[in-house]
């Protein structure tokens, strides 16, 4: 499973995992511009790791994208210019 993370111009960003080990991206200096982009991702029909994606915007000026997993498995950040990409093992598969 890929979940892709689109932004208008580079920003720092740190990827941290919650108490139930669902990932967490938090991006600094930023918001999310189209009402539409605030929408939930409900993936959890599909045959990955992934179950939910919730966007949302924190008063500190950062927008928070909280990757609900079904499982825990490993996953990899990474980043080609405007664009972040957490891909995530399929679980079963380590």
Known sequence: ARVFIRLTEERKYAVTEDQARNV???VENTRIGLPNNMRFLDTSFFDTAVNMVYPTESPDKSVKVLVQL????PYRVS????????????PGKQ
């Open 70 to 73: 079904k499982t825990p498995v």
């Open 24 to 26: 967490v991206v938090t």
């Open 79 to 90: 980043q080609a210019g405007r664009e972040l990409t957490l891909e995530f093992e399929k």
